[in-house]
């Protein structure tokens, strides 16, 4: 009986651990994706970038990589940019940046 109740103080207190670690593995996964896109910059441009980066919410579910496009093409389109500031344009765009 006394191995039965402390199997379950185990597991219930385990269970309670879980949302925490699952919280601490999110924010670094997001920091890892920051990391990644933040290569490219030094100084106060990726300090800022990291900032805005982690910052950032998730995106609400149902969002998709296409509803990101079109609001990306959507928003170049509006700026009427062409050729390579488009690409740079898109490119920060889909990141999230």
């Known amino acids: 009986m006394k191995k039965l109740i402390l199997s379950v ?12 670690a699952f919280a601490a593995t999110t924010q670094q996964n997001k920091m890892k994706e920051c990391n990644a ?10 300090k800022a ?8 919410k998730p995106a609400a579910k149902g969002t ?3 509803e990101k496009m079109k609001s990306c093409n959507k928003d170049a389109g509006e700026k009427a940019l062409k ?15």
């Open 9 to 20: 103080a185990v597991s219930v207190f385990a269970a309670s651990l879980a949302p925490a």
């Open 83 to 97: 050729g390579d500031d488009r690409k740079k344009f898109m490119s920060e765009c889909l990141k999230g940046g």
């Open 49 to 56: 970038f990291m900032k805005e980066c982690l910052s950032a």
């Open 64 to 66: 998709t990589q296409q």
């Open 37 to 46: 896109s933040a290569t490219d910059k030094k100084g106060d441009e990726r």
